[in-house]
């Protein structure tokens, strides 16, 4: 089934993930129609680019570069969320 956009917000990273491995594992198979094919493959495109969104948020919670006095990248620091 189809997932729509709001429910794929809705989803866990967890949940996402594992959505997105059945969807591969299908489509690996070779058993789907054409066009179960496509709406899986767009479907798993979306957990996609969820689970991208939230590992980037994940990463920029947990560190911020901080740059030296000649502007390049000195160390890390935690990120403070504001």
């Given at each position: 089934?189809p997932?729509?956009?709001?429910?794929?917000?809705?989803?866990?990273?967890?949940?996402?993930?594992?959505?997105?491995?059945?969807?591969?594992r299908?489509?690996?198979?070779?058993?789907?129609?054409?066009?179960?094919?496509?709406?899986?493959?767009?479907?798993?495109?979306?957990?996609?680019?969820?689970?991208?969104?939230?590992?980037?948020?994940?990463?920029?919670?947990?560190?911020?570069?901080?740059?030296?006095?000649?502007g390049?990248?000195?160390?890390?620091?935690?990120?403070?969320?504001?």
């Amino acid at each position: 089934m189809p997932e729509t956009s709001e429910s794929v917000a809705e989803l866990s990273f967890e949940a996402a993930l594992k959505r997105l491995e059945e969807i591969v594992r299908r489509l690996e198979t070779g058993d789907a129609s054409l066009d179960e094919s496509i709406d899986l493959y767009a479907e798993g495109d979306r957990l996609r680019q969820q689970c991208e969104a939230r590992l980037q948020a994940a990463q920029a919670k947990i560190e911020k570069i901080q740059l030296g006095r000649d502007g390049q990248p000195s160390g890390t620091v935690p990120f403070d969320g504001e």
